[in-house]
């Protein structure tokens, strides 16, 4: 009941923020940021109702659609995906908060599309029949592709077709796999299905999740999307969206399809550890904010996949507290680049600079996000990528030198980026009149840095809370306990 | 069972669903256009109705009533087309509304 | 004491805070009052648990506790965990005690600097860090510890971020700390892999007591040969990147961007000594590895002459003394990689009070003369700055190791140790004592120079000085340092007593010094090699001697290795930054570009022009439409009927 709540509370909130003739756009956006709130205290309440000690699915609800094809809405959290649940939740109502105080136009439906979005990425975490994660899988496209095709920058046609045609071409894909998978098993519903040996199942899933995470090399619409959508988009693409795909390998491609995942392990590992470096390297040399951050996505999102990949304890763990992390720093950067490129008008590295003189907050807050996103040690991202890359040295240590070397770069690009925005002299387009962050702000992204911090001094929150403790054990079981 | 056979009512249906697919094909008023699209459901609505008696139950008739339904609503908006191109002064003739070539 | 030991640790982080949320609601005096407060409630508690310590009986001095879980995994647990046992509490006090002095002096030597508050908050932040990495009872909080004292450095030294030196020195830093960081973490891995566990007890006191000594559970469970080697390199790796030893040193002389303070407390007294630190804690480890150990010996003995060397030649004031911190943490390397622990860190503990007694003195220097640091534009200032005059020749004789002063007790127990390591313990006694010969010649070389003689035009032109040279403030800690780099030595006395070797002595057993008549060779010898460099120093540069502008010009070549301190910066430039940026644009403009971001163009071009063509068919006549669908109808129902 509490799950369905979860879902169907933001769409009704977003049909509300649509139908309703508002007086102003202030009541408008002002009635969405009410909704997202609410939606967090749900999601509060449902947290501590939680048995973590449990394994299994808790929260359900069961519905019969198709019956004769055995359809069934079927919606229940793990206690993973509740921690990805929370994360949808706070992101989304930070990125509303963010883009009342932007004051984008048409703000009504605009934040409606947001609420849409939340309510059906909740549904992808939740869903647990193939065809009902289908279907939230594209309601969750389509409020994107209208948010970057309307309110994205001036480039952002190219870049809607752009995503549009990796994410459709991925999604499809998916579908084929799902009917394939539910026929054959004669049952969509995820707990019933079993395993199955097929490949080209394995195959299909991979192709949607591959192109949404993204695994390195289909990554084609990333920077382009994540340079045009506006900034609370971007924080949300790169954020939770990604960490869709990432939950779709953990929750349907590990314990579903072990067989073709133990025999594609390595070449998926292969393009994984390129994607590492790769993304690492660009966003060395990328000259933008956006690119900086766009790129270290790529290659956090490639990270969070070798953890998957690993199959074991240490790795599972790992990628998920790296999930819940990574999407907290994105959105945190994402939003801190939108107000800089307010500020500044650009988000040229080369005529930024010197941002740190006279405005300490924006100061502050880039550089704490920014130093835990190069995980420096003792921070929550660090946490995730040791048990990741424990979890992979166990694999094979060539895998875990390959992300040593990506601690490294993560350590160059993200001190380029601080130093390019904030210190040596004042960019060209950086004047005297550029304020520090306003209240408002300030509201938006505290919160979310503090959650870094306290994720910092306690990552067992999540890695303690999760899969019951047995990551690698309740995996292969299939969720032991799921009835 | 009274009445002519099955047979009279599909030759009749075919002979009215032909002048309307000639009437489709042929006019180019819009209007008789219309009508003639009506003359093709009914012959089919015909049709329906003499399989139904002939297998004597009601699915044929609930089909009918059906297609009338879908047929009001298609009239309604044709018409409705009709009128509205006939109040921007164009003239009413299919082969000059060809704006939505490729 | 455990109580004691929380206190130490979050004391400084509550300061971090305080200061950070209060903003510029308190003044910027009260937030260094408030940092360095925080750090003598540290040190007071650093006291404490000494005391308590030393209520035990030695072999029971080893505590711990663990407040939370601060990451898990399935079996894997990692708690944040503190330890309390002699060696942690002989780091806390070296942290906190000088912490609190440098602290101190940074409230007189920054005041009147624009953003004040955030440089006492960072100071803070890295006591804090500091005291993470040496209290922590679990390698991946000293880790944790480990990456967070490299974060307050990078922080530190762009502090003047309007500098472009500042900003790429500190970035410089920070990378060549994260590539030992990365080795570290993959010995981390080894470990984890072998013990299933990063608890210090439960790896090294396997008994659950002390000593901590190889007993044999290490091996059992894998952890020999080539594994306890790769561990071994791997955590050497993480030691040599932040004690700037070769071949990871170049970022420290660069490090000297950072305000004077912080060059003292990070980048001198504490958190460069943590590869010292580190080495000797986990030396159980190091035991299974001897050519590990060997190496740490041998990396430390090329540093101490070749940082020796280069300080003989720079002009910075500051950079001089920190080539003089490289060439001293080798003795430490020394020292510990040939198992002399306890010497070792007395030599740490001793430098500590003279080095950050230097970079005092020197940054009081600085001050006066307005901010200069060449010391080519210096000259007579110790007529005009007596009382810095004075800590400075304390602080040169104790690094020169002239008895009785601190240096000299620590440097000629590490000689002993060494006098009686074997032959690879002899040739690196050559190595030190050359070191201490040139230690001695460049340390009165920068004193001659800056002090003696005429004052320069430059420096009679710029000269302000306050009472006590620079303000009470920033006098009275030089004063305590001053002191203690006199009686600091005098824990361990030759014939006499043996203080620090036997405090250290429940958690890493020191090697055994040479006696008799090895021990009288080595001191005497090690003391007239300084006095000869002393003695150079004040023909050369006292007496205005044309010895070494005839040696330059004799030998250019020689003179210019040394000015581009033997082309470390220029080798890395090029095999390491240049091929990593030259990749990156590469990858940018020949893949990225074309394969990733322009094929997508092209498809979509392409499924233009098709389109164009098949929207052809499409023509607007609703009659050919129809005629379409008829004929269609047509063709399905001649074929339904053929093939039925």
Same mark, same amino acid.
């Given at each position: 009941m509490l799950t369905t709540a979860l879902i169907f509370l933001p769409i009704a909130g977003a049909f509300w923020v649509w139908i309703t003739p508002w007086r102003s756009a202030r009541a408008a956006s002002g009635s969405a940021l009410l909704v997202a709130l609410a939606e967090l205290a749900l999601w509060v309440g449902t947290a501590f109702n939680f048995d973590f000690g449990a394994t299994g699915l808790q929260e359900d609800a069961t519905q019969t659609w198709f019956s004769d094809l055995g359809v069934s809405y079927r919606v229940?959290?793990?206690?993973?995906?509740?921690?990805?649940?929370?994360?949808?939740?706070?992101?989304?109502?930070?990125?509303?908060?963010?883009?009342?105080?932007?004051?984008?136009?048409?703000?009504?439906?605009?934040?409606? &599309?947001? &609420?849409?979005?939340?309510?059906?990425?909740?549904?992808?975490? !939740?869903?647990?029949?193939?065809?009902?994660?289908?279907?939230?899988?594209?309601?969750?496209?389509?409020?994107?592709?209208?948010?970057?095709?309307?309110?994205?920058?001036?480039?952002?046609?190219?870049?809607?077709?752009?995503?549009?045609?990796?994410?459709?071409?991925?999604?499809?894909?998916?579908?084929?796999?799902?009917? !394939?998978?539910?026929?054959?098993?004669?049952?969509?519903?995820?707990?019933?299905?079993?395993?199955?040996?097929?490949?080209?199942?394995?195959?299909?899933?991979?192709?949607?999740? !591959?192109?949404?995470?993204?695994?390195?090399?289909?990554?084609?619409?990333?920077?382009?999307?994540?340079?045009?959508?506006?900034?609370?988009?971007?924080?949300?693409?790169?954020?939770?969206?990604?960490?869709?795909?990432?939950?779709?390998?953990?929750?349907?491609?590990?314990?579903?399809?072990?067989?073709?995942?133990?025999?594609?392990?390595?070449?998926?590992?292969? &393009? !994984?550890?390129?994607?590492?470096?790769?993304?690492?390297?660009?966003?060395?040399?990328?000259?933008?904010?956006?690119?900086?951050?766009?790129?270290?996505?790529?290659?956090?999102?490639?990270?969070?996949?070798?953890?998957?990949?690993?199959?074991?304890?240490?790795?599972?763990?790992?990628? &998920?507290?790296?999930?819940?992390?990574?999407?907290?720093?994105?959105?945190?950067?994402?939003?801190?680049?939108?107000?800089?490129?307010?500020?500044?008008?650009t988000g040229d590295l080369a005529l930024l600079g010197g941002i740190a003189r006279g405005r300490p907050v924006l100061a502050t807050l880039l550089i704490t996000t920014g130093v835990i996103a190069l995980a420096v040690p003792g921070s929550s991202a660090f946490a995730g990528e040791f048990l990741v890359l424990n979890g992979i040295f166990t694999r094979g240590w060539g895998w875990a030198v390959v992300g040593a070397v990506a601690i490294v770069l993560a350590a160059m690009y993200m001190l380029r980026l601080i130093s390019a925005v904030l210190h040596r002299d004042p960019g060209p387009a950086v004047t005297e009149s550029a304020l520090d962050l306003r209240p408002a702000e300030i509201g938006v992204i505290v919160p979310l840095v503090a959650v870094l911090l306290a994720l910092s001094l306690w990552p067992a929150a999540i890695t303690d809370h999760v899969f019951g403790g047995r990551p690698a054990s309740s995996v292969t079981s299939q969720f032991e306990g799921t009835p | 069972m009274l009445g002519p056979g099955i047979a009279a009512y599909l030759i009749l249906s075919v002979?009215?669903?032909?002048?309307?697919?000639?009437?489709?094909?042929?006019?180019?008023?819009?209007?008789?256009?219309?009508?003639?699209?009506?003359?093709?459901?009914?012959?089919?609505?015909?049709?329906?109705?003499?399989?139904?008696?002939?297998?004597?139950?009601?699915?044929?008739?609930?089909?009918?009533?059906?297609?009338?339904?879908?047929?009001?609503?298609?009239?309604?908006?044709?018409?409705?087309?009709?009128?509205?191109?006939?109040?921007?002064?164009?003239?009413?003739?299919?082969?000059?509304?060809?704006?939505?070539?490729g | 004491m455990i109580a004691a030991a929380w206190i130490a640790l979050f004391a400084p982080a509550a300061a971090v805070v305080a200061i950070a949320v209060a903003g510029n609601r308190i003044s910027r005096f009260y937030a260094g009052v408030v940092a360095s407060g925080a750090t003598l409630v540290s040190f007071i508690c650093s006291v404490i648990a000494l005391v308590s310590l030393l209520g035990e009986h030695p072999d029971q001095r080893v505590h711990s506790s663990t407040l939370w879980t601060w990451l898990s995994a399935g079996n894997l647990e990692f708690g944040a965990t503190i330890l309390v046992d002699p060696l942690s509490v002989f780091m806390m006090l070296v942290v906190s005690g000088v912490g609190f002095l440098i602290l101190a002096y940074a409230i007189g030597y920054m005041r009147a600097d624009v953003e004040e508050r955030r440089y006492h908050a960072y100071k803070a932040l890295f006591v804090f860090s500091m005291l993470l990495l040496v209290q922590s009872g679990n390698l991946l909080l000293l880790l944790a510890g480990w990456g967070m004292v490299g974060l307050s450095s990078y922080l530190l030294i762009n502090f003047w971020h309007d500098r472009e030196t500042a900003v790429a020195a500190g970035k410089k830093a920070f990378v060549m700390n994260a590539f030992g960081d990365a080795t570290f973490v993959l010995a981390l891995f080894l470990l984890v892999q072998h013990m299933h566990t990063l608890d210090m007890r439960s790896i090294f006191f396997v008994s659950e007591r002390i000593p901590m000594t190889v007993d044999g559970v290490l091996e059992s469970r894998g952890v020999t040969g080539t594994v306890a080697v790769l561990i071994a390199l791997g955590l050497l790796g993480g030691a040599v990147a932040k004690s700037a030893q070769?071949?990871?040193?170049?970022?420290?002389?660069?490090?000297? %961007?950072?305000?004077?303070?912080?060059?003292?407390?990070?980048?001198?007294?504490?958190?460069?000594?943590?590869?010292?630190?580190?080495?000797?804690?986990?030396?159980?480890?190091?035991?299974?590895?001897?050519?590990?150990?060997?190496?740490?010996?041998?990396?430390?003995?090329?540093?101490?002459?070749?940082?020796?060397?280069?300080?003989?030649?720079?002009?910075?004031?500051?950079?001089?003394?920190?080539?003089?911190?490289?060439?001293?943490?080798g003795y430490m390397f020394v020292a510990v990689g040939l198992g002399a622990y306890g010497a070792g860190l007395f030599h740490l503990l001793t430098h500590a009070f003279f080095k950050a007694l230097l970079f005092m003195a020197a940054g009081i220097v600085i001050h006066a003369l307005s901010? %200069?640091?060449?010391?080519?534009?210096?000259?007579?200032?110790?007529?005009?700055?007596?009382?810095?005059?004075?800590?400075?020749?304390?602080?040169?004789?104790?690094?020169?190791?002239?008895?009785?002063?601190?240096?000299f007790f620590s440097k000629d127990s590490i000689l002993a140790?060494?006098?009686?390591?074997?032959? *690879?313990?002899?040739?690196?006694?050559?190595?030190?004592?050359?070191?201490?010969?040139?230690?001695?010649?460049?340390?009165?070389?920068?004193?001659?120079?800056?002090?003696?003689?005429?004052?320069?035009?430059?420096?009679? %032109?710029?000269?302000?000085?306050?009472?006590?040279?620079?303000?009470?403030?920033?006098?009275?800690?030089?004063?305590? *340092?001053?002191?203690?780099?006199?009686?600091?030595?005098?824990?361990q006395v030759p014939w006499g007593w043996t203080a620090v070797d036997d405090w250290i002595h429940p958690v890493a057993e020191s090697a055994e010094e040479a006696t008799g008549v090895t021990f009288t060779f080595s001191l005497v010898a090690s003391s007239a090699l300084a006095l000869l460099g002393i003695y150079l120093a004040w023909r050369w540069y006292a007496q205005g001697s044309r010895f070494p502008e005839q040696a330059r010009r004799r030998w250019p070549r020689a003179a210019r290795a040394l000015e581009h301190k033997f082309y470390f910066d220029e080798v890395y430039d090029g095999v390491f930054y240049e091929p990593a940026h030259r990749a990156a644009l590469a990858t940018a403009r020949h893949v990225e570009q074309p394969l990733f971001l322009g094929s997508i163009g092209e498809l979509s071009r392409g499924v233009r022009s098709l389109s164009g063509r098949l929207a052809q068919v499409q023509t607007g006549f609703v009659r050919q439409y129809a005629f379409a669908l008829a004929a269609g109808v047509a063709v399905v129902v001649v074929v339904f009927l053929f093939v039925s």
């Open positions: 229940g959290l793990f206690d993973f995906s509740l921690w990805l649940v929370g994360l949808t939740i706070v992101v989304t109502a930070a990125a509303i908060a963010y883009g009342f105080w932007a004051g984008r136009e048409r703000l009504g439906v605009y934040l409606g &599309l947001l &609420l849409f979005l939340e309510g059906a990425t909740v549904g992808v975490f !939740a869903a647990q029949d193939l065809l009902l994660f289908y279907v939230f899988w594209e309601a969750m496209m389509i409020p994107l592709y209208i948010l970057i095709g309307v309110w994205g920058g001036p480039g952002r046609l190219g870049a809607t077709i752009k995503f549009v045609i990796y994410t459709l071409a991925g999604s499809l894909l998916m579908l084929v796999a799902v009917i !394939a998978f539910g026929l054959s098993a004669g049952t969509f519903d995820m707990a019933k299905v079993g395993e199955s040996g097929s490949v080209w199942i394995f195959l299909g899933f991979a192709a949607a999740f !591959a192109v949404k995470a993204p695994l390195w090399p289909f990554h084609g619409w990333l920077p382009d999307t994540y340079r045009e959508s506006p900034p609370e988009v971007a924080a949300i693409l790169s954020g939770v969206i990604s960490k869709a795909a990432a939950y779709g390998f953990l929750r349907i491609a590990l314990p579903l399809l072990p067989a073709p995942v133990a025999d594609w392990r390595t070449p998926i590992l292969v &393009l !994984a550890s390129i994607g590492l470096v790769y993304g690492s390297l660009l966003a060395f040399r990328a000259p933008d904010i956006r690119g900086v951050i766009a790129y270290s996505s790529l290659a956090q999102m490639n990270l969070i996949v070798i953890g998957l990949f690993a199959v074991n304890d240490s790795g599972l763990a790992g990628a &998920l507290l790296l999930m819940v992390t990574h999407g907290l720093i994105s959105t945190a950067l994402f939003l801190i680049a939108g107000t800089v490129e307010r500020r500044a008008a | 002979v009215l669903f032909t002048t309307g697919a000639l009437g489709v094909l042929i006019r180019r008023s819009p209007l008789i256009v219309l009508l003639a699209l009506e003359i093709m459901l009914n012959a089919g609505n015909l049709a329906l109705l003499a399989f139904s008696r002939q297998a004597a139950n009601g699915d044929g008739q609930i089909f009918a009533l059906t297609v009338m339904v879908v047929a009001a609503a298609e009239a309604v908006v044709g018409l409705g087309l009709i009128v509205a191109i006939s109040r921007k002064h164009v003239d009413l003739d299919v082969d000059k509304l060809t704006t939505l070539r | 070769i071949p990871l040193h170049t970022w420290l002389p660069d490090a000297m %961007e950072g305000p004077t303070p912080v060059s003292a407390l990070i980048h001198a007294a504490t958190m460069v000594t943590a590869g010292v630190y580190l080495i000797a804690r986990t030396h159980v480890l190091f035991e299974l590895a001897p050519a590990i150990q060997d190496l740490a010996a041998i990396l430390g003995g090329i540093t101490i002459v070749l940082a020796g060397l280069v300080a003989l030649v720079q002009t910075d004031i500051k950079r001089v003394i920190a080539y003089s911190t490289m060439s001293q943490i901010d %200069e640091q060449d010391i080519r534009r210096m000259g007579g200032l110790g007529r005009s700055l007596p009382f810095t005059y004075r800590a400075f020749i304390v602080g040169a004789l104790a690094l020169a190791a002239i008895p009785p002063f601190a240096g140790s060494l006098a009686n390591a074997g032959t *690879l313990g002899w040739i690196l006694w050559g190595g030190a004592a050359f070191g201490a010969f040139l230690t001695a010649l460049y340390t009165f070389r920068l004193l001659f120079i800056v002090f003696s003689g005429a004052p320069t035009p430059f420096a009679s %032109e710029h000269l302000h000085v306050k009472r006590f040279d620079g303000g009470l403030a920033m006098a009275w800690p030089v004063a305590v *340092l001053a002191v203690l780099s006199v009686v600091g030595g005098w824990l």
